[in-house]
Nanobody
């Protein structure tokens, strides 16, 4: 089956760091642009970061620029989100998303909880 599985979430203190991973199976990750989204309680899901299929282009939400880094290892079918200098407002469920518009295919992971609190 096609799957995207996030891992690496948990509880971290303000100012701390976490690295989220998204493992793909059932499809070739290198053919897909990848994104990380997050959804906090009472808020809509928002785009956090995106990366092109070959990793040559990235984009970030203004709220995380300079703190978060998205990367990918296509040979391992993995996408990462390195999160540094975490703030309480980063608390959310984080989702990875794969899209290939040419083939009309897209996939969502089930999410991993990140809680930033002292």
């Amino acid at each position: 089956q096609v799957q995207l599985v996030e891992s690496g979430g948990g509880l971290v203190q303000p100012g701390g760091s976490l690295r989220l991973s998204c493992a793909a199976s059932g499809f070739i990750l290198s053919a897909y642009a990848m994104s990380w989204y997050r959804q906090a309680p009472g808020k809509e899901r928002e785009l956090v970061a995106g990366i092109s299929s070959a990793g040559g282009s990235t984009k970030y939400a203004d709220s995380v620029k300079g703190r978060f880094t998205i990367s990918r290892d296509n040979a391992k079918n993995l996408v990462y989100l390195q999160m540094n200098s975490l703030k309480p407002e980063d608390t959310a469920v984080y989702y990875c998303y794969a899209v290939n518009d040419f083939f009309g295919r897209n996939y969502w992971g089930q999410g991993t909880q990140v809680t930033v609190s002292s």
